[in-house]
């Protein structure tokens, strides 16, 4: 059996992914940083990172 914090831990990767995934979508549709980074809640340093690994 899976115990309840390993399905929380789980839930919170998958979260973070889904994020990450809508980051790198909205630099594919050239919105600015500051704007992914408001609607994102991720760092516009960990955006601007994301951007020239791609």
Known sequence: ???KEEIECRL???KIETRYE???A???NDIPIEKIA???GI???EIRKRRTQR
């Open 12 to 14: 919170a990767g998958a």
């Open 1 to 3: 059996m899976i115990a």
């Open 38 to 40: 408001v609607i994102s």
């Open 22 to 24: 809508m980051v790198d």
């Open 43 to 45: 760092p516009q340093e």
């Open 26 to 28: 909205m630099l594919a």
